[in-house]
């Protein structure tokens, strides 16, 4: 399974890009804005400046709700680098910019999916992913896993290409129970990722290799 970071904060991509272990980036506007990154032109030097950090994808999300427009944006953003996914809102427009970015073969991610149905259409548009956010739907007491479960099914019925990029992930157990049901991809915070590290025997074990080895020394 990939491992992306949600955030748009270059010091959390820095570190995960340290441990060697991150495959891609993702951001939406909501991120961006959480760094107090604002305007066009400081949006998009950021993407940049993401993509020299990381080696893998990085998803830029378009804010026209209009198939022109997304097209419009798009194709800027891809121009941006050759690491930018372009992210499309799953709306009927949005699934026609879908399309028209994967017959140019340039790469997408359709977001804010919550439903198998969305995650059918975008498939069908040629969505390199798709992401359905699993958090937001366990926060209205619906099971985002089994969402998850659901497209992986109906993707492997038919071999669609299309990478399932579990999204809206909160914590560790998310990341580990999307690796049990073949998620191609997962996104979430840094602490997700570092709480995969964590077991109490591990740190009392190496405490006691260490002071055995003083001892001996
Ligand atoms: O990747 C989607 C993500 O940014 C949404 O996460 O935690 O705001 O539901 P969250």
Same mark, same amino acid.
């Given at each position: ?12 991509? @820095? ?25 066009? /032109? ?6 940049? /400046?993401?993509?020299?950090? !990381? ?15 997304? &097209? ?12 930018? !996914? !372009? ?22 991610? !359709? ?14 548009? #040629? ?16 099971? #985002? ?8 099914? &109906? ?49 009392? #074990? ?7 080895? @003083?001892?001996?020394?």
């Amino acid at each position: 399974m990939k491992f992306f970071i949600d955030t748009a904060n270059l010091d959390q991509i @820095k570190e995960a890009q340290d441990m060697g272990i991150l495959d891609g980036v993702t951001t939406n506007p909501s991120l961006m804005a959480k760094e107090g990154i604002t305007g066009h /032109d400081n949006i998009m030097k950021h993407y940049v /400046d993401i993509c020299n950090i !990381v080696d893998g994808d990085v998803s830029a999300e378009v804010i026209s709700t209009d198939v022109e427009g997304m &097209i419009k944006e798009g194709e800027a953003l891809a121009e941006l680098h050759e690491q930018i !996914v !372009v992210k499309l809102p799953m709306i009927k427009d949005g699934v026609k910019a879908c399309k028209y970015f994967s017959s140019k073969g340039i790469k997408t991610n !359709v977001t804010l999916v919550f439903s198998a149905g969305q995650a059918l259409l975008a498939a069908k548009a #040629g969505a390199t992913y798709v992401s359905p956010f699993l958090g937001r739907l366990d926060d209205i007491s619906t099971d #985002g896993l089994n969402l998850i479960s659901e497209i992986r099914h &109906i993707y492997d019925n038919y071999g669609f290409e299309t990478q399932i990029l579990s999204a809206s992930v909160r914590h560790t157990m998310h990341v580990i129970d999307c690796a049990k049901i073949g998620s191609d991809v997962m996104t979430g915070p840094l602490s997700s990722i570092e709480g995969l590290l964590k077991h109490p025997l591990t740190d009392i #074990g190496l405490a006691k290799f260490l002071a055995d080895y @003083k001892k001996g020394n």
